[in-house]
């Protein structure tokens, strides 16, 4: 986890995702490769057990019908999560060029992206329950009796490099936002305005330029956010928690909101009621998706002796 956070104290040092597209390359070329090596040995895992299947139709048991609704919300909030794009969506598109359109060239890619995403987590999903039942893990690749190994390894690698350009994905527009606050809340600090060139003999361009504000500000949030990973390092859980934040105001919220005033749809119209009828539902699940997240890392909390270990 600390080697996880050097690098992404180094990466942050970019000055923003249009710096870092290979990462976004690499990212999505891994979330491809562990995902296919997950969906192949779960199948592999099926296959070699005659083809029956592990899991039942009325979904995994749980100790308590409690228990089993704060998994389902537990659920809704990860996928909640995989779909919460928007904070980010806008960032991408700022880096596009014209033409075409940029919001056109935006539009088709997330289409696709939301297409190919959907079909390989129903996929994985599905295999991964039909392969080992109620004992399938939140990362299907920490099941026991998966193998061959060397390739489960090769996928946590995939799943790590993932990781680190996902992280740089999220992190950027939250770096961006923060520092245009503090620049406008601030505008004659020297510390904030300051800026040097530094010689690096190496690279082409010969220098580059350093800015301490951003420095250690971007240096702190990583800190930040590795030290509270590692205080509750429920993955699921988290995801969950995290979904259930950010999924109704930027996903549903925000984008119907300006739809509706984009598109001048009055009050009264059939199709404002139902757009505000969505953005209510989901506001609904959001906030029951919440109390199951915190509810889960509650019980985590009581069960686990180590808080600083992983739990999936």
């Known amino acids: 986890m600390l080697a996880f956070s050097v690098v992404q104290v180094v990466l942050s040092q970019f000055p923003g995702l249009e710096h870092i597209t290979w990462l ?3 990212a999505a070329v891994m979330s491809f490769a562990y995902s296919f090596i997950g969906l192949g040995l779960s199948v592999g895992q099926l296959v070699s057990h005659g083809g029956g299947l592990g899991g039942r139709i009325a979904g995994a048991t ?3 019908s409690t228990k089993k609704l704060w998994n389902v919300l537990l659920a809704l909030g990860n996928i909640a999560f995989a779909y919460t794009f ?6 991408i598109q700022d880096t596009l060029k014209s033409p075409p359109a940029e919001n056109k060239t935006m539009k088709k890619a997330s289409m696709y992206g939301i ?5 390989f987590y129903i996929s994985v999903g599905c295999a991964g329950y039909a392969a080992f039942g109620s ?4 990362n299907i690749l920490t099941a026991a009796g998966l193998g061959p190994f060397w390739l489960v390894d090769i996928a946590n690698m995939c799943l790590i490099l993932h990781l680190i350009g996902a992280y740089q994905v999220y992190a950027q527009p939250i770096f961006a936002s923060v520092e245009r606050w503090a620049a406008s809340r601030w505008p004659e600090a020297k510390f904030i305005n300051s800026a040097y060139t530094v010689s690096i003999p190496l690279m082409q361009r010969g220098s580059v330029t350093v800015a301490p504000y951003k420095l250690v500000l971007r240096t702190v949030i990583v800190v930040a956010t590795t030290v509270v990973a590692m205080m509750i390092p429920f993955f699921n859980a988290v995801l969950g928690l995290l979904g259930a934040f950010s999924f109704w105001p930027l996903t549903v919220y925000f984008p119907v909101s300006m739809h509706i005033a984009q598109c001048k749809i009055t009050k009264g119209r059939k199709k404002w009621y139902l757009l505000q009828g969505l953005s209510m539902v989901c506001l609904m699940i959001s906030v029951a998706v919440g109390i199951g997240s915190v509810t889960d890392i509650v ?3 009581k069960v686990s ?5 992983t739990v999936s």
């Open 24 to 26: 976004s390359v690499v």
């Open 62 to 64: 749980a100790a308590s």
């Open 86 to 91: 928007a904070e980010v969506l806008i960032e």
């Open 115 to 119: 297409g190919a995403t959907t079909i």
């Open 135 to 138: 004992n399938a893990p939140g």
């Open 299 to 301: 019980d985590s909390l």
């Open 305 to 309: 002796s180590n808080p600083f270990k």
